[in-house]
């Protein structure tokens, strides 16, 4: 059996254990998540229609991963204006394995897989006193900063091409408040951004250009 679904506003022709990637969706890993929007299904030559959908249909999907795709640039430059834009985009993804395709209100059978806890054996009572301050201190760094903003006024960094008040928040957010401390950025820096935010390198280094010039007026 084989069904259509729309999901990101895309459509995929899907079967049980089928392996695909589709632009994200909630979910942790070994989720089981409900995919509704069922266009057309069928067995061989016999193909049910939805009017746009098929009513008491459902796709249900296990999460295998949630990731990125590769960045797409896109650039503009407008001829003897001294204008151009570079701007880059990654999107996210969840890979899922198809689980079941099911007709008439019929209700889903798998469960979300369970999730399987480390489980340490510790040798002394030290070690165990030990792992939950580890944890906590590790909890700390992912909710600290990125970097730590300097002090002083911060500057308006909309005033950077491609940095609108959505960016500009998630950059002060991260400790990244003025022109000067863009434009120092280190190639590391960019890393980290990239692997921690929504930005690409590119748009990150286009950025860091532009605070070059700003930095100096």
Do not use: C
């Amino acid at each position: 059996m084989f069904a259509v679904i729309k999901t990101g506003g895309k459509q995929y022709r899907v079967a049980a254990n089928d392996l695909l990637k589709i632009e994200k969706v909630e979910g942790q890993v070994g989720d089981i998540v409900e995919i509704g929007h069922v266009l057309a299904h069928g067995e061989g030559e016999n193909v049910t229609f939805g009017a746009p959908f098929v009513d008491g249909a459902l796709v249900t999907a296990e999460v295998v991963e949630q990731g990125k795709n590769r960045t797409v640039i896109a650039f503009k430059k407008r001829r003897r204006q001294n204008s151009r834009r570079k701007i880059g985009h990654r999107q996210l993804l969840t890979t899922v394995r198809i689980a079941e395709i099911l007709l008439d209100g019929a209700k889903p059978t798998k469960k979300a897989a369970a999730k399987t806890e480390a489980k340490a054996a510790p040798k002394k009572e030290a070690k165990a006193e030990a792992a939950p301050k580890e944890a906590e201190a590790k909890a700390t760094e992912t909710a600290a900063p990125l970097f730590k903003a300097p002090k002083g006024e911060p500057d308006d960094l909309t005033v950077i091409k491609g940095i609108g008040p959505v960016a500009a928040g998630q950059l002060n957010e991260q400790g990244i408040t003025t022109f000067a401390q863009i434009a120092k950025l280190s190639d590391k820096d960019v890393a980290k951004i990239d692997e921690h935010m929504p930005f690409s390198a590119d748009q990150i280094t286009d950025w860091r250009e532009q605070a070059k010039e700003l930095a100096k007026k």
